[in-house]
């Protein structure tokens, strides 16, 4: 891999030399590998019955002159397509296969195919609406697009070595550089939907080549800079937006909402389309590590506490409401009516890994597994061909029917949408999930997730075969063991292994023996002269945890969720019975870790509850003055990642406590 | 009062025969006639400072041809002025007020001035869209335009004896009567907004032309109906709504929206725009009354059982959802969300109102007051200026300000309103306060309100002269006094008093002495040969009692709101400080009414509570396993329908109870 980083700064691995094996992240790798990829290249092929069309090849095959058609879907739908490519890149690199190999080289000939002469490349705007490229960088996702092909491109050539389409990447990312910029003639624009910002640095990294990180630079520097690029450009069009044709607006769009209202080193809190704005977030960390910005990593760390500690659920997700799937405001935290989209988890993810680089740090790693390990996987069924947009704490599906206002509330998973970004980002996520693994320097190895894998690296100048055994999230055991050293030669290097904040006794071995390594920022560090055959193990604290929110977050006032490990649990229907509102958790119940007779393999919890019931006189009225008769219950919850995967009904996350 | 109705149903009295004298509706009458009436009528006229203009008067001197311009407003603008005539007629039936009627005689002046040779009178489609008439029944309020006009003229005519407007009305109901009906040659259509129906069930009452009545009757009828006449216009038209010109939509309008999904006799469940519904269902009990019949009768306690048992919030308020201002479903009805427009109460009080004619049963009296005492009167500032529509349970301010979910929720009450239906709509029902205290027929007089009032109305064949006089709602004494017996002969007539499900204990007495009333159907019937100076006195139990909603009313599990009398309680910020949610009421503590040092004549409410708050070390984390810090806090309630009118802040009803 190309990194081109300061030795001491922590990266993340080469692909190529990590193999996943684990017996809880194994079934998702391959499910994305084995159902998903294929999967969804017959969705981008519109070949899914009863899904929504995707239209993505069709535009291509259109743009490239090889079939007539009008364009389909929204303007950004060449982003399935090169999702879906950066997904194969991935795991070409793990898993190579001539067979799909061939289907994704055949798909990015179409790409290059369907490039203009001067490097352009955008179905919607070739075939649409020739003739308006960067009229309408607020609306129509075009250097989001690019971004996306890009990180295809990059993926791609890493898993591969191939450059077709890194070649047809960097011919539009040095168009965009010509007509975007600080010098005259140039455009001082940016794109309503970050993304080709944190691209740019990937294809920097990819090629060494310096203008990409400077592009990447000005979007970032230039944004919400006065006077507004994007309002000016909307006066310009006649005040107009691509969304409603033909109707002239009263008010300017709002610059909050794309994070352009003021600079981004001045702003002070999250708002606005989450998805965007943890992109910007990724590609401020990226530029404050590449150029070593301090000022734009104090943006970076405040922005991030704002989310974490003032705008996330407890399932990692982001977004508080599906006006615009955005950001609201401090505290603001409904639990029936969040959006919570599975792409702003992933975007988070990517955020919290480039912090990670910058200052390794339990928080980040905290908040990446959180988001990780309840929401990602959450967004995708056990059959790998459905999906959830949105994540929400408490679902009623009766009311995601009959009330309008939840009814972005879906109570099962979906198949392809139209609007099919979730499903290619989880997609991409997971088949490069050992990116999230671990981060090296020279002389340590940071492990952030406990995800069974063998990796190889230089430690120390030596090269060094890892191999990480992880029961998580089941049973707390892990163990990272020295496989192999190449050299013969001696030196030290560090093991350092994240020790989770939910994890509230943690117990060392190092060869068997009891050991106290140092504790730093919520890494173990274990340095020494690393033989074949050390293994340093982590135990980690499994007890069932009761988690209480702040009190400024109104809807969790008196109540209580539940956490196992890196699991966040919820309770469903099916185990308890409607409706789950009238159940209440007993505050001095024990939580029992419980079988599934759904799945041999999912810890279950167990516990002592009470249910509400109006007294019998009073069954057909609302209200009345009696008490409600209170009946005790024993109530099961189930990992909240695996909601929805067996009988539809009601679901909830925070459940009342009770005495 | 021209009511023609079998002399064994009761009706409401003639206004001019009812004088309200009550130490707490006094105050708001007045404000009506003194405050609102001429507030409103500057508002008409555009000369309300900072209030978003009304148009109204001005769209009526465009269309006389007084003054040139456009028609401004909404389709229903005209509604604003009749709205405000029927206040009017009822205001000068019992304070007569020759400055006002002047004012008022112009205003219909201009409104004759703008009907149209043929009877037609709307200036929108007059003066915005000449040729369009009886286009567009779905979107364009053409019908329930002219209800209006038809219930300002009926006041009118009762109020002051002159003919001048009821005879435009009647030359337009004249104009849609041979427009609309079953007959070769007139159109099968009613409108998407109900309101004319119960408006010629009026001008039946008023006038005795029996062509009002079956142009009622056929509205009714039809609505519903297949082929669906809206449904059918809609596809005449282009598939386009008024609502959004130009559009083609792709779904036909949703019918139950407008409650014409299928015939009104066979709607189970109420649906749609709430106060569309409950003004039809006030038309077909009109017409169940007028005509006798059982199974329209029928149909309404359906409805009626479904709204009041189903789909009620405890302030006697409807509509879950602002989306369409609409019922959603069944044990729907979220706290922070909800609708409850003002309108819809009053709506619900008219259909209330017709029930308890037909039926005296105490349910509809409970629910009549219910609405009446807390949210109608909530929707109204002290000053008279200041209005709510929407009628929340919960208030958060930050959050009406920054989840767009909530933006229709307003923590303060507002000026006039673009679209001010509820400002008028308040001021007509509160200045005919004495059509809801009494019903009478031949031999009984029923009081259903204890509202303090004098009153004359023939009883057992003899002209009775009545005071009511009340302590309600602080107290809970009531006494009805016979003052004055016009002729000698003797006669038996009742006095039936209303006995509110509120009161569990509840005592009577006749000239002092104790007695036992017979109790049918939550009224006390007394019932003997009535003497001048005989008065029989009721004392209500005034005890405050906790409410517990059904199980299936998710949003208030675990949860309890508080009543004293016929006042719902609510909690604000200003008393408890904030977050209200942070806040619990002990099961066993005693809630004591409390002296309110903002009012002298308020009864608060006193009792304890414990307040959450997180652990000292944790207070920057949203989440955390320590459980909350509990300090007992005393908690005070204010009667929700006076809430807002202090400091601004936060508010709820119904409040987490704990042990």
């Known amino acids: ?391 929400p704490m408490e679902v009623w599906p009766a009311a995601s029917e009959g009330n309008p206002g939840k009814h972005h509330v879906k109570a099962v998973r979906q198949k392809w949408y139209g609007c099919a970004c979730c499903p290619p980002n989880v997609a991409r996520l997971l088949s490069s999930l050992g990116h999230y693994i671990y981060t090296a320097n020279e002389d340590t190895l940071y492990t952030h997730l406990y995800i069974g894998s063998e990796t190889k690296h230089s430690l120390g100048g030596r090269q060094v075969t890892l191999s990480l055994k992880s029961s998580m999230p089941w049973s707390g055991h892990a163990s990272l063991k020295v496989e192999a050293i190449e050299s013969a030669a001696t030196g030290t290097f560090a093991l350092a292994l994240r020790v989770p904040s939910w994890s509230k006794n943690t117990a060392f071995s190092l060869n068997g023996q009891p050991v106290q390594p140092i504790i730093k920022d919520g890494y173990a560090y274990v340095t020494r002269e690393w033989q074949a055959g050390d293994e340093i193990s982590i135990e980690l604290d499994m007890t069932p945890q009761r988690i209480y929110s702040h009190s400024q977050l109104r809807a969790n006032a008196g109540r209580v969720a539940l956490q196992r490990g890196p699991l966040v649990y919820a309770f469903e229907e099916t185990d308890n019975g409607a409706p789950l509102a009238a159940l209440s958790l007993k505050r001095d119940s024990e939580i029992r870790p419980a079988a599934s007779e759904w799945r041999s393999d999912v810890v279950m919890l167990e516990m002592d509850g009470v249910r509400l019931a109006e007294p019998a006189d009073r069954i057909a009225s609302l209200y009345g003055d009696a008490p409600p008769v209170e009946t005790p219950q024993k109530l099961i919850a189930v990992p909240y990642t695996l909601w929805g995967n067996r009988k539809p009904g009601e679901m909830l996350v925070w459940i009342r406590e009770s005495r």
């Open 1 to 391: 891999m190309a990194h081109r980083v300061a030795a001491q700064i922590p990266h993340p691995l080469d692909l190529r030399s990590i193999r996943i094996q684990d017996s809880y992240w194994s079934s998702y790798v391959d499910l994305i590998r084995q159902t998903v990829i294929p999967y969804q290249w017959e969705a981008l092929n519109d070949r899914v019955p009863d899904a929504e069309p995707s239209h993505a090849i069709k535009n291509f095959r259109i743009a490239a002159g090889f079939e007539k058609g009008e364009f389909g879907g929204f303007f950004f739908q060449d982003t399935d397509l090169y999702k879906w490519l950066e997904a194969v890149g991935y795991s070409l690199a793990t898993h190579p296969d001539p067979d799909l190999e061939k289907v994704a080289d055949e798909a990015i000939e179409l790409v290059a195919a369907a490039q203009l002469e001067d490097g352009y490349l955008n179905t919607y705007f070739t075939v649409a609406v020739p003739g308006q490229r960067w009229t309408n960088l607020l609306d129509c996702h075009e250097m989001y697009t690019a971004g996306h092909l890009i990180e295809g491109a990059v993926a791609y050539y890493y898993g591969t070595g191939k450059t077709r389409l890194l070649d047809v990447a960097r011919r539009f990312a040095d168009h965009i550089d010509e007509r975007f910029g600080p010098n005259p003639g140039q455009l001082r624009g940016y794109d309503g939907h970050q993304e080709l910002e944190l691209a740019l640095v990937k294809l920097y990294e990819a090629t060494n080549e310096p203008r990409y990180l400077e592009l990447a630079s000005f979007l970032i520097e230039e944004r919400g800079q006065e006077p507004n690029y994007l309002v000016a450009e909307w006066e310009k069009r006649g005040r107009t937006s691509a969304w409603a044709p033909g109707i002239v607006q009263k008010s300017p769009p709002h610059m909050p909402y794309h994070q352009a209202h003021k600079p981004v080193r001045e702003q002070e809190v999250a708002s606005g389309h989450a998805v965007r704005a943890v992109y910007m977030y990724t590609a401020m960390a990226d530029l404050a590590l590449k150029k070593g910005d301090a000022s734009l990593l104090e943006a970076c760390k405040r922005l991030w506490n704002n989310v974490v500690n003032k705008q996330m659920y407890v399932n990692g997700s982001i977004g508080s409401t599906h006006h615009g799937e955005a950001f609201t405001f401090d505290y603001d935290l409904p639990n029936d009516t969040n959006y919570s989209e599975t792409c702003a988890s992933i975007g988070l993810i990517f955020f919290a890994r480039r912090l990670l680089q910058l200052e390794p740090r339990g928080e980040y790693g905290d908040v990446m597994e959180r988001a990780l390990y309840n929401t990602v996987t959450a967004g995708i069924a056990g059959d790998g061909k459905h999906y959830f947009y949105v994540n």
